[in-house]
Every structure is written in C-alpha cells, then in structure tokens.
C-alpha cells in the first residue's frame, strides 16, 4: 500500500438511464474536520437589481446578473463552502473533490489566491445558471477573469444534461457531458485520460492541450490523444483515492470490478449491473469496504492509508436528485444528511421550499455543543454509536435506515400532491413543500435526540469491558420496536 492521500470527499453520479426510477443523481461526501458543522438554507431570489458582484476579496468581485435564482444550500455553519446547491432553474451543482497536480505543473501555471474556490463556487452556479452547460461556462468566466484557486472536480446537472469538470491549474480546466446509461463513484483523484476536443460534450480552457505541449510535458495515449491524467496528475494513483473508485464498481458493477490494483486507473463512467436505486446510493455512502480485505473492522493491524467511503469525518452529504418530468422549479429533491452517513439520516428538501426548520438553519455562536444545531445531535448520536459498531451502532443505523426507505416510498406521492397544487395555486404548493418538509425534518432531530438519550442510558447501564451475551443485548432504540410493531399490527 502507497501512503494516504490527504485529500477528502468521494464523489458519485448516477444517470437517469442507469437509476431505478429514471432520475439523475449526483453528490459527494463532505468530508472535513470532525468538530465542522453544517447548516441547511435557502436564499431567495433577486429580481432586476443591476450592477451587484458577488465579492470573493479586495478587488476580486465577480458580476453578478441583474436577476439572480433562488436556491437550496448546505453550507458550513458560517455560510461558505456550499456542498450541494439546487436552484429555481432545476440546476444542482456539487463541488469539490479535491484532486492533486504534479509540482511541474503547479510551477508552469501556479494556482491563484482568491481564484475559483470551494468555498462558492457552488453558489455561483446556483445563482447564476439555467442550465448545467451554463454552469460550467459561469466557472470557466470565472477562471478567465481571476484564475483558479485550487484543483477540483465539480458535477453539474439539470433535468436535460450532466456535466463533470476538472478544474487542474491556474488557469486550465476540462469539463464533460456525462453519459446518462452510465454510474461513477471516485476519490480523490482526476478521472479524465483522454478527450475528444472536437466534440460539443466537450469543454475546455484555451491552453489545456497546447500549455504541457509547448513546455514539453505532455503524455499521449497510443492512438495520439493527450492523456490529462497522466499529463497532469502524472499517472500518479494513491490507495487512499483508488480503493474507493474502485469499491464504487464493486458496489454498482461486481461483475467487472475485478480485484484492486493499485496501478490501475478505475474507469469513471462504467454501466451497473442492475439499476440503482436512492438507497443504494445512501448506503455507497455508509461503504467501508465491507466484504473485502480492506474492510478496518476486519483488520487487525489497521492500516491509515486504507481510506473507506464512509471515514468519521464527513461533515454532510447531498444527494442531489433530478427529476426531468416537473417543472424545474420543484424538479429537484437534496436528499441531505447533517452529518457522517452510517449512523444518521438522510432527508428530503425540495427546491421548491421558501424555509426550514429552524434548528437545520441555525448558526452556532461559538464552537462546542449547542443543541439548537440540527448538526450536533446528529453528530453527537452518529459519534456515540461508533464506539462500538455492533453493540452500540446496529441499532441506530437501522432505525435510520428504516425512516430513509419510508421517505423514500413516500416522496413520489409528496411531489405528486405538490405538483397538482403547483399547476393552480403555485403558492400552495410552496406551502405544502415547505410544511411537510420542516415536520420531517423536526421528526428526524426530536428522533435522534431520543435515541441518543436511550443509547447513553445503555452504555451506562451496560459498561463491561467484556460485553457478555448472556448478560446484554446489543442496543435497540425503543422508536424501532414501535415501527416494527405497528407493521405487524397493521399486517395483522
């Protein structure tokens, strides 16, 4: 095993050929410090106000169009670094997975300070695009202007096309249309090789192809295409990023995932062996390599640079669901989770919402423990069940996991109510969105508050370093033991 890359988040896209009810996914992990929090907003639309910028530093202000859209967000608890955004337009941008250069690279075309960033890129796109296209022509103005700031993979969607983009240097990027047959789960680690330049799925920076030929660092393919991989990033695969591009193909191809290699690069786009549904995805994002000898748990000598899906320090995850049969408006659901995935919840926020709960929008005064941040109860119950994954964890995530699979039956017959409110009374829709949107979300924290309290109690009354079966049961939270009794009452 090569040692651990330092980089974070892994990356995934779902097209709406390849998933079970024929919309188009995509997302990544945030992954960052573990004591990070997030929030979830909404910013309202600007209309016919001429001559704003969205200002990134001194001097560094972008213009903005006079109409500006309305949009979803999950920002750090400080307002940047939007991790999923979804606007009026149908328009979900998720951004960054931070990837990495060669250093001759980084000295022909040295990034920028206050360039295109993580910290918004996502908000320009939210604000500014009415289509995934044009959301990476609003990063490629970008770039042009004040340059890039770091190296990055982003992913753009609408109801019509998807798009990924790698942002390499201080001024060079490449953006594709993804396939709509097709899935990707990867690391941190650029996916493109080679391109055709001359196609309209194509985009790309002025210099991309003649900037490594003329410094003489360019890397050609057998058939004379330039290799971006190879000329950029050097052909330089770490284990901390490939183990998991490659367990996105175990997940969602197992026919051809093969064994892993450290030397090969996974392909990014690659056909499922069945279609995949939400669920499936949510559980990618709980993946820890299980059924494999990478697996930590199963390691007894565990190795640090065999970095899973699911590490401790994801901070939140939007899954950014597009539907192309409504209006753009209400066409997409975020499905976000607050925090780390495997022992917390994902939930529904329509773009069509004008609110949420307050405590989903609520900004810590200070850092440490503050229960009116939806982000730490979540936290605080995900990092108890950790402890220990069998005793303490089963029982939470199952519950959670049963909560998401009735969401999930559920959200057709939600849109469908604010659809048919939506074609004559718009307002009622938004209304109805918005309502059953923050009694989900005030379920879910009033949930995670009560089965915090009862795993406490257990591991209170259950302390024994040796755990002793005949003594303990493994923990079951009370609120699953009431869902499992009304469906046997119910089927009775």
């Not at 109409?67 to 979804?86: E, H, L, N, V």
């Amino acid at each position: 095993m090569s040692s651990v890359s330092a980089f974070a988040c892994t990356g995934f896209y779902v097209g709406k050929g390849a998933s079970a009810n024929g919309t188009t996914m995509i997302g990544h992990t945030v992954d960052s410090w573990t004591t990070a929090q997030s929030v979830t907003w909404v910013v309202d639309r600007v209309e016919d106000e001429p001559g704003r910028t969205y200002k990134v530093a001194d001097g560094v202000e972008f213009p903005l169009p006079d109409t500006t859209y309305k949009y979803t967000t999950t920002p750090f608890t400080y307002g940047i670094w939007d991790g999923a955004t979804a606007n009026e337009m149908g328009v979900g941008c998720t951004a960054a997975i931070t990837c990495y250069v060669t250093d001759e690279m980084k000295e022909l075309d040295p990034t920028v300070e206050n360039g295109l960033s993580e910290q918004f890129l996502c908000a320009l796109v939210a604000l500014c695009a009415s289509s995934a296209r044009e959301g990476v022509q609003v990063l490629a103005d970008y770039i042009d202007m004040f340059g890039n700031a770091e190296q990055n993979t982003i992913l753009i969607a609408d109801q019509n096309e998807a798009w990924y983009m790698e942002t390499y240097t201080g001024h060079q990027w490449c953006a594709v249309k993804m396939p709509e047959d097709c899935v990707a789960v990867f690391g941190n680690q650029f996916m493109l090789q080679s391109v055709d330049p001359e196609s309209d799925d194509v985009m790309y920076s002025d210099e991309l192809f003649s900037m490594p030929e003329e410094a003489g660092l360019a890397v050609y393919t057998e058939d004379g295409s330039m290799d971006l991989f190879a000329t950029y990033s050097g052909n330089v695969l770490r284990d901390g990023n490939n183990l998991r591009t490659w367990y996105g193909h175990v997940l969602f191809a197992p026919s051809t995932a093969g064994e892993y290699a450290t030397e090969t690069h996974y392909d990014l786009f690659y056909q499922p062996d069945a279609p995949i549904t939400l669920n499936d995805v949510f559980d990618m994002t709980r993946a820890r390599y299980e059924g494999a000898e990478y697996c930590p748990e199963t390691i007894e000598d565990y190795a640090y640079d065999i970095r899973v899906i699911a590490i401790e320090r994801q901070m939140n995850i939007g899954v950014i669901e597009i539907h192309d049969d409504l209006p753009a408006e209400m066409a997409i659901t975020t499905w976000v989770c607050t925090t780390d995935a495997e022992h917390s919840v994902y939930l529904p926020v329509s773009n069509l919402v004008t609110d949420l709960a307050d405590v989903f929008e609520y900004v810590p005064e200070t850092d440490g423990p503050d229960e009116n941040c939806a982000h730490y109860l979540f936290k605080r119950l995900s990092a108890l069940a950790k402890q220990d994954r069998e005793w303490y964890g089963q029982g939470v995530r199952a519950y959670w996991n049963q909560v998401e699979e009735q969401l999930v039956d559920v959200n057709g017959d939600v849109l469908a109510e604010t659809l048919k409110l939506y074609e004559t009374d718009p307002e009622a829709a938004k209304a109805y969105i918005t309502n059953y949107t923050i009694g989900v979300q005030q379920k879910a924290v009033e949930d995670a508050k009560t089965i915090f309290d009862e795993l406490m109690w257990y591991v209170i009354s259950c302390t024994n370093t040796s755990k002793d079966p005949h003594a303990f049961n493994p923990f079951v939270p009370s609120l699953l033991i009431v869902e499992e009794e009304a469906e046997t009452e119910e089927a009775a």
